[in-house]
């Protein structure tokens, strides 16, 4: 087996490793570098324990395998959420008007909602865009430096919206 070839495959079963590492397998912590060391050799014998497979520290075609599902499973505890966007094609260019109904109204009545920094207890949770909603929608626009003077669901508010709803969620609870 030529020796590039081999180290770009112990450099993966590495990255394999650490994935399982950080999700909370344990393991010693690898840093992926193409060398089959002992730390590596002890991750995979480690690695085999856990999974009810024959410690050998060896990674062979069970090993592989396992290693490569376990570190799907693992990826998916520790990926982001996707991300959603309300600007499918008939909307992107679309203004909602006055007590018009739509899904995206309803999540952004959510997030002003629950942005409690930005007080605006005067919407009413329905999918409507009301006068309620367009004046938060104006004032949380103003707030963030964005023209936006009508209360509309543009690009830039929306980008603004879920970038402060994602960090007033991902504080921890107290602060």
């Known amino acids: 087996m030529d020796i590039r070839r081999r180290d770009l495959v112990i450099y993966e079963v590495q990255t394999y490793l650490r994935e399982l590492y950080k999700a909370g397998y344990a393991l010693p912590m690898i840093t992926p570098d193409g060398i089959y060391g002992e730390l590596t050799e002890e991750a995979v014998r480690d690695f085999q324990r856990i999974t009810g497979i024959a410690e050998s520290g060896k990674v062979d075609f069970i090993t592989w395998n396992r290693l490569v ?5 693992a990826r998916e505890i520790y990926a982001l959420p996707e991300k959603i966007s309300p600007f499918d094609m008939l909307m992107y260019n679309a203004l909602i008007d006055n007590d018009d109904e739509y899904d995206i109204v309803y999540i952004v009545q959510i997030m002003l909602r629950a942005l409690h920094v930005y007080d605006y207890p005067n919407i009413t949770v329905n999918g409507k865009m009301d006068q309620a909603t367009r004046d938060a929608l ?15 669901i543009t690009k830039e508010v929306w980008n603004a919206l879920a970038l402060a709803y994602s960090q007033y969620i991902l504080k921890s609870p107290g602060e």
């Open 69 to 73: 599902l376990e570190s799907s499973k």
């Open 138 to 152: 104006a004032d949380f626009s103003n707030r963030n430096g964005i023209e936006n003077p009508n209360g509309q």
